[in-house]
Nanobody, 129 residues
Framework: QEQLVESGGGLVQPGGSLRLSCAASGFTLDYYAISWFRQAPGKEREGVSCISSNDGSTVYADSVKGRFTISMDNAKNTVYLEMNSLKPEDTAVYYC??????????????????????WGQGTQVTVSS
């Protein structure tokens, strides 16, 4: 079964850190762009970050630049999102998604205008004291 599975969410205090994982199974992430999106209650899903599986290029939304780091372990077929200096406004369900992009570099923050091939089920991140 081809799927993406997120993990690593939880409750953290402001200023804390979390690392999310997105593991692919049933297919390889080669030649995909893998993105993280998030959706807060009552808000639209927004793109957070993206990485190209082939050249490692990355992009970040302005709201997370300097605090979040996206990375990939090709051997484990897994993408990570390291989140530091977390703020209450980072509270959301975080989703990973994979888009076949032929291995091209990523150059823009992901949006829902792109037709992603796979989506994970989401993992809740809550930043609260």
């Amino acid at each position: 079964q081809e799927q993406l599975v997120e993990s690593g969410g939880g409750l953290v205090q402001p200023g804390g850190s979390l690392r999310l994982s997105c593991a692919a199974s049933g297919f390889t992430l080669d030649y995909y762009a893998i993105s993280w999106f998030r959706q807060a209650p009552g808000k639209e899903r927004e793109g957070v970050s993206c990485i190209s599986s082939n050249d490692g290029s990355t992009v970040y939304a302005d709201s997370v630049k300097g605090r979040f780091t996206i990375s990939m372990d090709n051997a484990k077929n897994t993408v990570y999102l390291e989140m530091n200096s977390l703020k209450p406004e980072d509270t959301a369900v975080y989703y990973c998604a994979a888009l076949w992009n032929k291995g091209y570099p990523v150059v823009s923050v992901p949006t829902l205008d792109d037709e992603y091939d796979y989506w994970g089920q989401g993992t809740q991140v809550t930043v609260s004291s």
